[in-house]
């Protein structure tokens, strides 16, 4: 672990643990720590506040994310800016929730902003979370993990979530229904589908502790 600019990435689909994890690993490591799906959730946000198809155009992205938006790498998390106002509940909408798995499917969006990532590794030490962190933004990482857990799991760690700010009849099961959703496209699409990195390590959490999990990946961090 002597080495300049280590990179972690952290993989796996809806509520697996990996921000929880990701964050606790960053924070004890001192390394920054990139929440991917922030950038795409904040895509999203923007689509749909603006209500039409510019953001598909690279150009007018790449032009908006340089003079509007501002990231913020901390070892507790990403922080992004529009017009210097903090994103952070817009980014948890319902509606942001529905939409973004078909935006983060858009070609031209997923190639701007895995080469904006990738700006980001000669600065720092990083922890990378998302879904595709391990196989196509970072292949070179230098520790790859990939979480997993049941489904009805994730979907109750979700509902558990959200039951204080949301209460709607069925709600458990239109959280179990959404990460099914969500799972089928983010594991079916056609560009950077969610899957197993090559060389990844595999820890299935629906039975462990995010302390078990975390203790786990600094083992794995010990023997490099
Ligand atoms: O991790 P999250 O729930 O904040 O991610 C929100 C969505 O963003 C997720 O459903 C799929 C997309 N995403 C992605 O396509 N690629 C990533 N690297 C991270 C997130």
């Not at 929880?20 to 990139?34: G, M």
């Not at 952070?88 to 942001?96: A, F, M, N, Q, T």
């Amino acid at each position: 672990m002597n080495k300049k600019n280590f990179i972690i990435t952290i993989d796996g689909p809806a509520s697996s643990g990996k921000t929880t994890v990701a964050r606790i690993i960053s924070q004890k490591l001192n390394f920054l720590l990139l929440e991917s799906g922030n950038l795409y959730r904040a895509v999203t946000y923007l689509w749909l506040e603006f209500q039409n198809k510019f953001l598909e155009n690279l150009d007018n992205l790449k032009k908006f994310f340089e003079q509007e938006i501002k990231i913020e790498l901390l070892p507790s998390g990403t922080n992004i800016y529009w017009k210097d106002k903090l994103l952070k509940d817009e980014l948890r909408s319902k509606e942001v929730e529905e939409k973004v798995s078909e935006i983060s499917a858009i070609k031209e969006i997923r190639n701007f902003l895995t080469e904006f990532m990738r700006s980001f590794i000669n600065r720092n030490n990083l922890v990378a979370e998302g879904r595709d962190m391990g196989n196509v933004v970072f292949p070179e990482a230098d520790l790859k993990i990939f979480l997993t857990a049941r489904e009805e799991i994730r979907a109750k760690r979700r509902y558990k979530q959200i039951i204080g700010k949301e209460k709607r009849k069925n709600l458990y099961k239109e959280v179990l229904e959404n990460i099914k959703v969500r799972d089928r496209l983010d594991s079916e699409r056609e560009i950077a589908p969610l899957i197993i990195p090559e060389g990844a390590y595999v820890i299935d959490t629906s039975y462990l502790t995010p302390e078990e999990v975390v203790e786990k990946i600094l083992q794995k961090i010990r023997q490099r």
